[in-house]
């Protein structure tokens, strides 16, 4: 159903496209820079920078699903008469890459936990991939084994020397290594109206802190950026995900400029030494700039100085670590809600953290004795902090409000092997044992969760006669780290958007009409 709507909407931009005379260009994996035009698919350019340096005012740039490995950079891209567009063609399938799989690695002799390997271009980092860690250089080999999860590189005999986080061997993880990018994945000067959409950015950082950019902030430009957006206007970064770089992605206005919307991002696991450091989204000189669905872990979110009389907010968004407005008297943090820490300096509202400002209908946890979180929230070890329908927040806020980002809403479905049939399933402590009895109830836009265990029934879902444009999805969802098995046979009838999430299936799956 999402590929066939996006896909629609893809057909309906280009027919506007061909409307307005604004043109379209490609790029792809197979493409050519040197005998390609990059007006259709066919003739696509190879590079995504050759497709940027296309771009006037109101063009648009498709990226076909693939890998590439380069910095793109462009200066006054776009204009306040037209949206320019940078977009993947599916969102999530074309990835921008700074890193290139590391070599095999060999121990060192006269060292317990030190690997070495023939490399031939200076590594700016070492990045465990399977455990989301970057390793940082080290002056000298010596230093690498006394420095667990740390690299040094020697220039001269073109060898790279590695310990490993765990002290284990190599080959138990994935590594990539980081290599030289003074501007990062994607750095835009002075964009206005532009619009970046569904790309993933990785492995862009550097051993060395980088000197400041026309005259930028330290902050920012000491570290590598997957995106770093610089004194824009009007510029949305949409549904992209960057992580394991320097820094994720960096926006800076400044008086005049602004205005810009970050939203729908996945960012994690972006770490530098040098500037901000576990930087994933970074805000500077904000001037009415929004923040908003951000999902953020292992790093923080955070807006610091703002322009005088800016209006600018974080929203909506969730994570494990730091949101931070730290930019001026005109901010709000609004419906956050994070494990870690939540600092504002002036409105943080309707949100949930370990601890952090106060505010209105604010949920701390730290303050709140014999907290249960497994029967106040739907499913707190994957962060969705929405209310069961037996939760103190409920109703415990100013005037009567539910306290926390999520008014409680009866539309959050609990089974477990111990439940009951006969109970109202709105609950944890009130769930529902069989899956044909929450199959009775589901519809658009619920989310039914199952407790760890097997769930041995064979069941059917049916949802026809909702019109697949306007179905919201129903999730079905394991709930928490432990296994979900389901060993009957699930039958899917006309089924339109269900969403399957942490469930192991061991019997068939038959769907027919969906």
Known sequence: MFLKVYLTLFLTLSAALSAAGASEYFVGPEGSDQTHDGRSRETAFATIQRGVDALETGDVLTIKPGEYRESVERADLGGEDAETVIRAHIPGTVLLRGDVEAPQFEP?????????????????????????????????????????????????????????????????????ISLPAERGGLFLERPERVRIEGLSVRGFNGKEPLSRLHGGDSHADACVWGIYIFHAKDTVVRDVTAYLNGGGIALMSRPGRGGNLVENCNVYANHSRHGEPNANIFGKRTNNDILRRIYSYKGKVRFHVAIDGSEHRIEDSRGWG????????????????????????????HSLMRR?????????????????????????????FRLQSTSRFRGSGQEGADRGPYPYEPNIFYLAPRGDDEADGLSIDTAWATLQRAMQELSPGDTLYLEEGPYGADFQLDMDGESEEAAEPVHIRGRGREPVRITGDLQIEQGRNFRFTRLEFAGAIDIHGG
């Open 322 to 349: 730091l949101f931070q407005d730290k930019a001026g008297t005109g901010g709000v943090i609004s419906g956050v809600a994070t494990t870690g820490v939540i600092s504002g300096r002036r409105t943080v509202h």
């Open 356 to 384: 952090g400002s106060a505010g209105e209908n604010n949920i701390r946890l730290n303050e709140e004795s014999d907290l249960d979180m497994e029967r106040e929230f739907a499913d707190p070890a994957n962060l969705d």
């Open 108 to 176: 060192a002799d006269g060292y317990r936990f030190v690997y070495k390997a023939p490399f031939d271009r200076e590594a700016q980092a070492v990045n465990e991939v399977d455990t989301l860690r970057i390793f940082e250089s080290v002056p000298n080999v010596p230093d690498v084994e006394f420095n667990p999860g740390s690299f040094h590189y020697d220039p001269d005999a073109q060898m790279l020397y590695m310990s490993t986080a765990d002290l284990q061997p190599p080959e138990t993880h994935r590594y990539t």
